[in-house]
């Protein structure tokens, strides 16, 4: 877990930094950009080019009148725009567009004739010499036989774009648009019909919670409208990332990832740089195609999980049936080791049994298959665990008929509601929060009871993260006072009995 402050998005205003959103002409200018060996007959011949473009808008009805049309969403602006696109929502051939003006990723777009680069950590797109228009047929007049940087920008692939500390380590991508001869190119090695996507598993990558929030959700976000049709490009790739997530990889994309330093020349008419995020496991209707939300993606793991379980579900389920186990909700405890483990997890298993649950004790382990993990989740009415990465596994619980309980440790309020709490509620999830008292907590026997360690955790957090970290998250452990803990089981289990028992209504009346 990544403690960092909230935040708000900057918007857009007028006449604002480029930095905050560059805004990318739908034909790429080559007057714009600076040559290495400018020459006289060239410099006046773009001259009257240049122009051409000041006196276009006087003349709407010439044709240099849609060079200018370019879309952002900007209130701020106005003139010959597309007031309600996203910023690079729409881009013509030979144009890379960077969007810049969101506090969490940076993301650009290519079009045209693009090729990878590895040795260089470069992405090239050539902009052909007859496929530009009268301005490119007016520049191969004076071409000096050289290559011609039209457009450099730089990019880092990651959705942590304001957490400095970690983005410098992630790989940095030159994206390099070039006029260029076309026996000068690098031949393709491979040559693609499908986009690219490409994103970094760097930073991060090893945390549950980051892999899915940093990685797979924002894939998730940024690539479903292809519809599969797409083919993921990666920059510090690992194979075991691969393998682990190759189930939900293969529901989003027809074609295998490709290793981005695999030393060939890959060929695209159309790449994607950087993943879109929306905030903490989440996916925002408002922001996606179709209205798509966290119940859609998790039905998108119900796709990539499901037809491997099947099986062992129904032996599961039938032999509930003979054991007569079946009208018990189940519970599984995410159980955890060392740090902020409960450590009356038994007596907590023996209550909850009480009650009428059937208890399942999971361990998660790094090299646990997630497939395993989703069919225990899957198949439950509720789970219990500590706050922690592990908790990002409530996105295998079933959406309106499950109960998620975190435990909340001291000095964890804040990140357990934001990591997890709220997006428990977005997927559909009944979610009960459990802040433990200072009893409860191993530190109470550690300090005196009006130290703030245990009376005001905030002022503590206000100190940064290595506090939080060193104090409330790696030395603690939690023993729950179960007369107080059973008033939630209690709740939960009252709420999926209601559920059981209104759907059993509802499939009588059918």
Request: aromatic share 10%; hydrophobic share 35%; with cysteine.
């Amino acid at each position: 877990m990544v403690h960092h402050q909230r935040y708000t998005y900057n918007q857009l205003k007028k006449g604002g930094d480029e930095e905050a959103g560059t805004l990318v002409l739908v034909w790429t200018n080559p007057v714009y950009y600076r040559r290495r060996k400018p020459k006289l007959f060239s410099f006046l011949l773009l001259s009257l080019l240049s122009c051409a473009f000041i006196l276009a808008p006087t003349f709407s009805s010439s044709p240099f009148y849609h060079l200018y049309s370019f879309g952002v969403q900007n209130d701020g602006f106005s003139g010959n725009m597309v007031i309600n696109a996203p910023l690079c929502s729409s881009i013509s051939n030979g144009t890379i567009c960077c969007d810049r003006s969101h506090f969490r990723f940076d993301i650009c777009l290519m079009r045209g004739d693009i090729r990878t680069h590895s040795p260089t950590s470069s992405v090239f797109l050539y902009s052909s010499k007859n496929g530009d228009g009268f301005a490119n047929s007016v520049l191969s007049m004076v071409d000096d036989g050289e290559d011609d940087e039209l457009q450099h920008e730089k990019i880092k692939p990651y959705t942590r774009k304001w957490e400095t500390s970690v983005m410098d380590t992630i790989d940095e991508l030159d994206l390099i648009s070039k006029r260029r001869n076309p026996g000068a190119r690098q031949p393709c090695d491979v040559i693609h019909d499908v986009p690219a996507v490409m994103f970094s598993t760097g930073g991060y990558t090893g945390n549950v919670y980051h892999e899915f929030n940093d990685g797979i959700v924002p894939l998730y976000i940024t690539s479903e409208k292809f519809n599969k049709k797409v083919v993921f490009v990666i920059l510090e790739y690992h194979s075991w990332w691969v393998m682990k997530y190759g189930d939900i990889l293969s529901r989003l994309s027809d074609y295998p990832p490709i290793d981005y330093e695999d030393n060939r020349t890959h060929c695209f008419t159309e790449a994607i740089t950087g993943l879109r995020i929306h905030d903490e496991l989440t996916v925002d209707p408002s922001l996606m195609k179709n209205n798509k939300s966290m119940v859609d993606f998790r039905n998108l793991l119900d796709q990539a999980y499901w037809p491997r379980i099947k099986g062992l579900v129904q032996r599961e389920q039938a032999q509930e049936k003979m054991q007569n186990q079946a009208r018990r909700p189940k519970l599984v405890i995410l159980s955890r080791n060392g740090s902020r483990a409960i450590t009356n997890e038994n007596v907590l298993v023996r209550r909850a049994e009480e009650i009428g649950f059937r208890v399942r004790v999971l361990r998660p382990q790094p090299t646990t298959e997630l497939a395993k993990i989703y069919m225990e989740l899957n198949s439950s009415d509720a789970m219990i665990g500590v706050h922690g990465a592990a908790m990002t596994h409530l996105l295998f619980m079933r959406p309106r008929c499950s109960v998620f309980i975190q435990v909340i440790p001291l000095g964890t309020d804040w990140a357990a509601k934001t990591y997890y709490g709220e997006p428990a509620k977005k997927l559909g999830l009944k979610y009960i929060g459990y802040k433990i008292s200072p009893k409860e907590s191993s530190l109470f026997d550690e300090y005196e009871k009006d130290d703030p360690v245990l009376t005001d955790p905030s002022s503590l957090n206000q100190k940064g993260w290595e506090f939080t970290k060193k104090i409330y998250l790696q030395r603690q452990t939690v023993k729950l006072d179960m007369p107080r803990f059973r008033k939630r089981l209690l709740r939960a289990y009252d709420h999926i009995t209601r559920i059981h028992r209104n759907a059993h209504l509802q499939s009588q009346l059918q």
